[in-house]
């Protein structure tokens, strides 16, 4: 929907022109702004410009919490002279995957409609001030499919992984990192860097490194232990009984009772956790634990330390090629393989720059629609077909639609298919229904110079116990026209992420907590995550001249409350047999209704979009 956006969203009331098309530099997002006279946005519709409250903004999720919370949608519907070979509910990586397949499959000639119910495309996938939240590229997982897809679309993956900066956070675990200590929690605002991922795994820096923390002489002695693997805490343990122990014990409960570490100390290792897995050390197995980097594996018998002296090879060898927009360019260049109309270009260089013309995306004679700012309220197979129901633009008023489809694939959230599908048995809505996905922020931050950032140190940082859990630069990516930023007095761009969840109060599994989590994204206004930028930034930078008010330029808050895809947990979920998990049961095919979407392969990545996507069309007859 598009968002009205008041002087209220910014800060200091500035409402910045952004992004004439493309991930621009930093100094070309603030020539921008200065050509603009505050509260005036291009008159053209392009929703990358947008700053303020974005990820679900508002007019994106009313219409589909009256559905899901209160039984309520329109009774009225407008029936379009519009019938599609295929209409597609959900404009994401998976969505436009299922659009590009189909066509593969059917022919170029079958008419497609793709609703989405933001006001751009691409779900998490989508660009602003940087990366709006799906990341980088888990090329390790690939499947052939994706491979094929991605190369069809453009993507090199040898080329964009030569191109971005080595040691980057947001592309690999190895990556060294500063650790900011807040005043509130430690005495004092400091940053210590440092090869953490190393110290965690026992180099033989660790100890120094630890040392540098200032923890009291016990808790340091301890982890130093711990790290270093000084003894076996598991001894009395067989090695099945170990490995059941680190899969079913809270990593929290390890550190505590088998190496003895205070709460505080534990509270060391928060950040990974929160922003890969959504929760504290208490609501993860002591294996994610350990497997995420933190220290253990060398004090868990000879297993441990053999597979500690492996991990580093592994996570070394594991790829994350990204682009500098995350994978915004992946959405971008499958919507002008789809239509391209609305972008000139063809390669992944290009699409960084190309401003697209949203003009194009639903034209009446064209063979592929995508259609925005539409509302998916019903799905309901007839005889020959499925009749699809949208509220369209309800920020500004809404009306109701109905079209038909030959098929229909529901690439949204498993969530919402109960609500817009109440045909389905019974059961298949409990296993739609059973994950709970993982609530998220991700803040873009628009620096008008680098030059405190920079003078701290590399611009990355985990933050334990502080608001933003994690803290670094945008992507450093050099692509095609688009350069990488350079230390120095230009402009930054900082991406910061934050996790909503509450801690674990001993009675909660991760699915309660991700629900707490997603009342506390719906109830935080943009007025406390501005304070929040502001205090923390100001804690990390304000040694080096960092000041807020003069430079912060703009903030974009993507505010996720239905993030991360439910992975099912080693401390809280069962292991079900192959095919009978919630996520396999509740994909079935009903009737000419097919389901593609992260949430079906219960995983948060974007290859499991486009392998979801290839299942479900996969599963459409050629009638």
Partial sequence: MKQSITRRDFLNGAALALAAGATLSPRDLLALEQAETAGRISKDYYPPALTGMRGSHEGSFEVAHALAWRGE?????????????????????????AAYLYRQKAGPDKKILILDNHDDFGGHAKRNLGVGGSVNLEQMSFS??????????????????????????????????????NAEQHGRDRIVHGDWPAAWLGSDDAEALIGSLGLPADEQKKLVGLALGERDLLDELSLSETLRYIESTPYSKFLSDRAGLS????????????????????????????????????????????????????????????????????????V??????????????????????????DRSEAKIRLRLNSTAVNARNVEGGVDVSYVQNAAEGGKAYTVRGKHCILACYNGMIPHLCPELPQSQKEHLAYGVKVPLVMTNVLLRSGAAVDATGPAQYQCPGSFYAFVTKSPPVSL????????????????MAHAPMPRNDGSQTQRDLFRLGRHRVYATPFATYEAEVKKQLTGMFGAHGFDAERDIAAITVNRWSHGYSYAYSRLYDPEWEDGQAPHELGRAPAGRIHIANCDSEASAYLHAAIDAAARAVGEIGQG
């Fill in 144 to 181: 052939d499919t994706v491979h094929r897809v991605l190369e069809e679309i453009g993507v090199d993956l040898e080329k964009l992984d030569a191109a971005r900066e080595r040691g980057y956070m947001l592309s690999g675990l190895d990556a060294s990192y500063g650790l900011f200590l």
């Fill in 73 to 97: 949608k329109p009774t009225d519907y407008t029936r379009l002279d519009e019938t599609y070979d295929l209409v597609i509910v959900g404009g994401g990586i998976s969505g436009l995957t």
């Fill in 336 to 361: 002008r393989k789809l239509i391209p109309e609305v972008a000139p270009g063809n390669t992944m260089e290009d699409v960084i720059d190309a401003r697209f013309d949203y003009g194009q995306l």
């Fill in 263 to 334: 709460d505080a100390t534990i509270s060391l290792f928060l950040p990974m956790l929160q922003i890969y897995i959504g929760t504290g050390p208490e609501s993860v197995s002591a294996m994610e634990g350990m497997l995420v980097g933190y220290p253990g594996l060398k004090s868990i018998g000879l297993t441990g330390r053999a597979a500690s002296k492996l991990y580093p090879y592994l996570v070394g060898s594991a790829r994350f090629p990204l682009f500098p927009d995350g994978n915004a360019s992946v959405a971008r260049m499958m």
């Fill in 480 to 495: 095609g026209s688009h350069e990488a930023r350079r230390p120095g007095n230009d402009p930054m761009v900082l991406w």
